[in-house]
């Protein structure tokens, strides 16, 4: 039946039902609004309606809404199930047709600032996305955001090509590199820019308080060399040895197998041709054949592989038996990176130092002498740490759950279980998914770090911002810093960053313009791989909500970055991005090509698919919790 009609629906009583459910929600949303009008007055005035509109839908978040949207689908109203960007005014135009229905007028009461229509919605979500990354290139909504490699500082030409194949953020880390590294990246771009004729803007990542593995004890000083062969076993190409002067060594013009250090009188004796011998660690009897002689050093091959270490004896053998054989030991080589070997129900005992780790010890039997231990680099992350709790490490790759925590270690009991050993090595991210680590997300680096970050970056990104004092400390060391202030990005990598988002949300739209990134590969580990979905599609809804642009991060076409040839999953993980208004691509020996095919991809999906989220409306924000 249309509204316009003279006759009541079939169903009288339901109608009435559903005005009055629907009134109720209604006053309750405006009421909330009401009860947080400190929070509103503190926004800037750009983003006020912003935040109205964020706290509406946060009030309607608190109902399961199902059965009242099921009821409004049959009727062929409109079900609330896009409601993000203007709440209040979703639902009150509901209202004005279930009110016609009912043959009664209806309007609501005008209120102290104006509710977010259905155009303006995307008109604020558009303006605060170009605000803070800039206009989109033509034919693609959704700007495209390269971390840099440190090689980006001497290497105009890739920056080059990257802004030509349609970079429109360049992001510097801070936790990698200095000022003087970070100017000469920027100094790039602005050549680039002016080249090109484009614009970029520049976005630096604060490090934050990442916790990390600690050192371990160097490994052996033993170095393997060993030459190419093909699948019957044949040598196809020999390891090159570069022999060097011990007293004034000189590194390898070319990549070689192994650089070893020998004394000067013994080096200068080699002529092409003539053969080195030596007893490898192994007891092998081993030779080289000298190829090449030339100022800096000398160039040998070998077609057996040989473990080499310091001291043996390299005998010199002339190919023409005229001069004499010589002896000499071998340099100083540099150790082997330590690794821990791990198994499903190993201990392994995190300290809370920075001392070398260093692996198990076990007896002739195989009986455990001594557990391995691996150091941290943040310590009071574990003082609220307790007994039972998870600890993932290496990105999520090693599981294990803590059974002890004092002031000098954390015993973990190693959970995960994996049909190769599992290896951890230093410097490898620590998560502590259900510990409450009351850990400031500013470091004093990052303190350091924001006088350069305020003179050059359009943006800057707060790590690990775990709740609105974060985001509040960020904006007061901003102010103290100079005139010219970066816009803030709140980088949501931590279950607590993601519960604390409406609160951090508020904070941030103190400041304009500003954003959020979904930082993926922490977040994942922190709330559970199988509910990263779940939990990306919240941080969409809310910051569509509060009008406010998400940054895409974190391993997409991270395959065709790193080896040039993405998976069939990474092309659909990026063309998922095209919801968010910046996606972010990772430093790699082909992000050139990462950038081209990204553009690519982005321009093709544009043509197919209107920028929106799927929609339901039904509960409150999940709780995470964490099962990777």
């Known amino acids: 039946m249309s509204p316009g009609s003279g006759e009541l629906p079939e169903d009288h009583a339901d109608l009435e039902s559903l005005l009055g459910e629907l009134l109720a929600l209604r006053a309750e949303i405006v009421a909330n609004r009401v009860r947080s009008q400190a929070l509103c007055a503190a926004v800037h005035p750009d983003h006020r309606r912003s935040a109205v509109n964020l706290l509406h839908y946060l009030a309607l978040r608190r109902h399961d809404l199902r059965p009242l949207q099921l009821r409004l689908a049959r009727m062929g109203l409109s079900s609330l199930g896009r409601a993000e960007s203007n709440v209040l005014a979703s639902i009150d135009a509901v209202l004005r047709?279930?009110?016609?229905?009912?043959?009664?007028?209806?309007?609501?009461?005008?209120?102290?600032?104006?509710?977010?229509?259905?155009?303006?919605?995307?008109?604020?979500?558009?303006?605060?996305?170009?605000a803070l990354l800039g206009r989109p290139p033509p034919g693609r909504p959704v700007r495209i955001m390269v971390t840099m490699p440190g090689e980006a500082a001497d290497d105009g030409r890739l920056v080059y090509a990257l802004l030509e194949q349609g970079m429109d953020c360049m992001r510097i880390n801070c936790a990698h590199d200095d000022a003087a590294t970070w100017a000469r990246m920027i100094g790039?771009?602005?050549?680039?820019?002016?080249?090109?004729?484009?614009?970029?803007?520049?976005?630096?990542?604060?490090?934050?308080?990442?916790?990390?593995?600690?050192?371990?004890?160097?490994?052996?000083?033993?170095?393997?060399?060993?030459?190419?062969?093909?699948?019957?076993?044949?040598?196809?190409?020999?390891?090159?040895?570069?022999?060097?002067?011990?007293?004034?060594?000189?590194?390898?013009?070319?990549?070689?197998?192994?650089?070893?250090?020998?004394?000067?009188?013994?080096?200068?004796?080699?002529?092409?041709?003539?053969?080195?011998?030596?007893?490898?660690?192994r007891d092998a009897h081993r030779a080289c054949r000298v190829i090449e002689v030339n100022e800096r050093g000398v160039w040998a091959e070998i077609t057996q592989t040989a473990y080499l270490v310091p001291a043996i004896r390299l005998r010199h053998v002339p190919n023409d038996g005229t001069?004499?054989?010589?002896?000499?030991?071998?340099?100083?080589?540099?150790?082997?990176?330590?690794?821990?070997?791990?198994?499903?129900?190993?201990?392994?005992?995190?300290?809370?130092?920075?001392?070398?780790?260093?692996?198990?010890?076990?007896?002739?039997?195989?009986?455990?002498l001594t557990p391995a231990t691996i150091g941290c680099t943040l310590p009071e992350a574990f003082d609220h740490a307790r007994a039972g709790e998870p600890i993932w490490f290496d990105d999520g790759k090693i599981g294990g759950v803590i059974e002890h925590v004092d002031a000098a270690q954390v015993c973990v009991r190693i959970t995960q279980d994996h049909i190769r050993p599992l290896k951890l090595r230093a410097d490898k991210g620590i998560n502590l998914p259900d510990t409450e680590m009351r850990i400031a997300a500013l470091?004093?680096?990052?303190?350091?770090?924001?006088?350069?970050?305020?003179?050059?970056?359009?943006?800057?990104?707060?790590?690990?911002?775990?709740?609105?004092?974060?985001?509040?400390?960020?904006?007061?060391?901003?102010?103290?810093?100079?005139?010219?202030?970066?816009?803030?990005?709140?980088?949501?990598e931590t279950r607590r960053g993601f519960e604390a988002l409406p609160e951090m949300l508020l904070a941030a739209l103190r400041s304009a313009p500003c954003g959020v990134m979904i930082a993926r590969g922490d977040l994942a580990v922190e709330c559970g791989f199988e509910r990263l979905a779940?939990?990306?599609?919240?941080?969409?809804?809310?910051?569509?909500?509060?009008?406010?642009?998400?940054?895409?991060?974190?391993?997409?076409?991270?395959?065709?970055?790193?080896?040039?040839?993405?998976?069939?999953?990474?092309?659909?993980?990026?063309?998922?991005?095209?919801?968010?208004?910046?996606?972010?691509?990772?430093?790699?020996?082909?992000?050139?090509?990462?950038?081209?095919?990204?553009?690519?991809?982005?321009?093709?999906?544009?043509?197919?698919?209107?920028?929106?989220?799927?929609?339901?409306?039904?509960?409150?924000?999940?709780?995470?919790?964490?099962?990777?």
């Open 534 to 628: 779940e939990v990306q599609e919240e941080i969409l809804w809310l910051c569509e909500a509060a009008h406010v642009p998400v940054i895409w991060a974190t391993q997409v076409l991270e395959t065709l970055a790193r080896e040039g040839r993405p998976s069939r999953a990474e092309i659909s993980d990026a063309a998922m991005g095209l919801r968010a208004e910046c996606i972010m691509l990772n430093k790699g020996p082909y992000i050139v090509n990462a950038v081209r095919t990204l553009d690519d991809i982005l321009r093709r999906m544009h043509a197919h698919q209107e920028k929106k989220r799927a929609l339901r409306i039904a509960g409150q924000l999940p709780a995470a919790t964490h099962r990777p």
């Open 97 to 130: 047709v279930l009110h016609r229905l009912a043959r009664r007028e209806w309007e609501p009461a005008p209120p102290a600032v104006p509710p977010v229509d259905f155009d303006q919605g995307a008109a604020h979500l558009a303006a605060h996305a170009t």
């Open 323 to 368: 001069r004499p054989a010589a002896e000499t030991p071998l340099g100083p080589l540099p150790p082997r990176d330590n690794v821990l070997t791990l198994h499903k129900g190993d201990l392994l005992v995190v300290t809370r130092d920075r001392q070398p780790g260093h692996p198990a010890t076990r007896d002739s039997a195989g009986n455990l």
């Open 443 to 492: 470091t004093p680096k990052d303190i350091e770090d924001l006088d350069f970050i305020a003179t050059h970056a359009d943006i800057v990104g707060l790590s690990f911002a775990n709740g609105a004092a974060d985001v509040l400390a960020l904006q007061q060391h901003l102010d103290g810093v100079g005139n010219r202030r970066p816009s803030i990005v709140l980088k949501i």
């Open 188 to 281: 790039h771009l602005r050549e680039a820019e002016r080249k090109l004729g484009r614009n970029c803007r520049v976005f630096m990542d604060l490090g934050g308080p990442k916790l990390r593995t600690g050192p371990l004890a160097p490994g052996p000083a033993v170095t393997r060399v060993r030459p190419l062969r093909d699948a019957f076993g044949r040598v196809t190409a020999p390891a090159r040895l570069w022999f060097t002067r011990i007293d004034a060594p000189q590194p390898a013009p070319t990549p070689a197998g192994a650089s070893l250090l020998v004394a000067a009188d013994w080096l200068a004796r080699l002529q092409a041709d003539d053969e080195v011998t030596f007893t490898d660690a």
